[in-house]
C-alpha cells in the first residue's frame, strides 16, 4: 500500500501519524508542505478526496488565520485557498492519503481507518495515551 503523509514534524499529532504509519511497517512519502508549499490544484483536490471544506481544513490555533481576518464570518473557500497559498501553516495536519481514502489525522488514531495493518501493540502515542493494546487490537 502506497501512503502519503502532509507532515508538519514541529507538530505532534502529525508526529503521532507518521510513527503509526512506520510502526504498521509502511515506508510512507513524507511531504513536508511547510517547506514544499501547496498548489490549487493540490489543496482542492485533497480537500474534494477528503471530504473537507477549506474551512473545516483551516487551522485556527497556532497559525496566522486571526490576525488575517480568515475566522471572520462571510470568509469564502477562494479566499482561504488563496491564504492557504500564500502560508501553507493554515492548512490543518496531518493530511494522509492511502488507497482507503484521504483524512485529516485529528485525532492521531484516525490513520488506523486508512491502513489495512495496524502497529504490533502494546503501542503508545507521544503522550502516553495506549493506542493499540497487547493483544493488537485498537484502543478507544
Known amino acids: 500500500m ?81 491564504a492557504m497559498l500564500e502560508h501553507p501553516v493554515l492548512v490543518n495536519r496531518p493530511i494522509v492519503c492511502t488507497s482507503k481514502g484521504v483524512k485529516l489525522c485529528r485525532p492521531s488514531e484516525a490513520v488506523l481507518d486508512l491502513l489495512d495493518t495496524f502497529p504490533p501493540g502494546p503501542f503508545l502515542k507521544e503522550d502516553g495515551e495506549m493506542l493499540i493494546n497487547e493483544k493488537g487490537e485498537r484502543v478507544g
Do not use: M
Open 2 to 82: 502506497r501512503i502519503v503523509i502532509h507532515h508538519n514534524p514541529a507538530c505532534g499529532t502529525s508526529r503521532n501519524v507518521l510513527k503509526i504509519i512506520q510502526a504498521a511497517g509502511y515506508e510512507p512519502d513524507v511531504i513536508e508542505y511547510l517547506d514544499t508549499g501547496w498548489t490549487r490544484p493540490q489543496l482542492l483536490g485533497l480537500f474534494a478526496a477528503a471530504g473537507l471544506t477549506a474551512r473545516e481544513a483551516l487551522r485556527e490555533t497556532k497559525s496566522p488565520a486571526k490576525e488575517l481576518g480568515l475566522l471572520e464570518d462571510g470568509v469564502g473557500e477562494d479566499t482561504l485557498i488563496d
